[in-house]
């Protein structure tokens, strides 16, 4: 099958090429494998579902460029991730708690919450949104532009005494809505990893509530596992 042949010849390039590689364009990879440019788009069209290709508004396509890694640790200090982050923050307001926001934060209902949303950047690419809620009378004073730069956690434990010491995390597989696609400049329904997190500090407190959105073609994490007798 023609659609066969393509996919073939574009998985060696892929396999052949670095990171984030132009690939020909349709016409001439059409020419080159003597097939019709319906039959390579549709190819090509498969490999970028699967993430192994990337379509760039007005660029071309690209193999997948190199993905942002962060470890993921159980029962030790978590390691940062790789690159330079920044973050723009998009919204930011202090709000009475709803009920249930206020159960997941252990405050009493109509309690002030501060609520921010923040998109953050590696290295000037877009590669989440962050949404976070957090007590309002943990962080007084606090102001968009200190969620722009450095560590969250460094600044809570510097400026306001609060050291976080523990988190649970659930990271589960989803699709980008347009508001999504649009802050992260990918297309709608891309691949992104859902992560929700409730961290507290050395007192017990809850001191977060953070639902993210991170690009699945630009962002992985891994484990270390070990195994016992038990283990299957």
């Known amino acids: 099958m023609k659609r066969d042949r393509v996919r073939r010849h574009l998985l060696k390039v892929i396999e052949n090429a670095g990171p984030g590689t132009g690939l020909a364009s349709e ?33 071309g396509t690209f193999t997948s460029p190199h993905k942002v ?46 609520r921010v949303t923040r998109v953050r950047y590696v290295d000037d690419e877009p590669i989440a949104i962050e949404s976070l809620a957090l007590p309002a009378a943990l962080v007084p004073g606090l102001r968009p532009a200190d969620l722009e730069a450095g560590n969250f956690y460094r600044l809570l434990r510097e400026r306001f005494g609060i050291a976080v010491q523990d988190a649970v995390q659930t990271i589960e597989p989803a699709v980008t809505d347009p508001g999504q696609a649009e802050l992260l400049e990918i297309a709608v329904y891309a691949p992104i990893l859902h992560i929700e997190r409730l961290t507290r500090d050395t007192t017990g407190r809850i001191v977060e509530l953070t639902r993210s959105s991170y690009r699945g073609d630009r962002y992985r994490i891994t484990s270390k596992l070990r195994f016992d007798a038990e283990s299957g």
Not at 44 to 51: A, F, K, V, W
Not at 106 to 111: C, D, K, M, R, V
């Open 27 to 59: 016409r001439d990879l059409a020419a080159e494998l003597g097939v019709s440019r319906p039959t390579v788009r549709a190819a090509i069209d498969e490999l970028t579902r699967t993430g192994l290709l990337v379509r760039q508004r007005g660029r």
């Open 69 to 114: 890694t962060q470890e993921l640790a159980t029962g030790l200090a978590v390691p940062p991730a790789e690159g330079h982050w920044t973050s723009r923050v998009v919204a930011f307001a202090v709000s009475p708690a709803p009920r249930t926001l206020a159960g997941e934060l252990e405050l009493e209902p109509g309690a002030p919450v501060l």
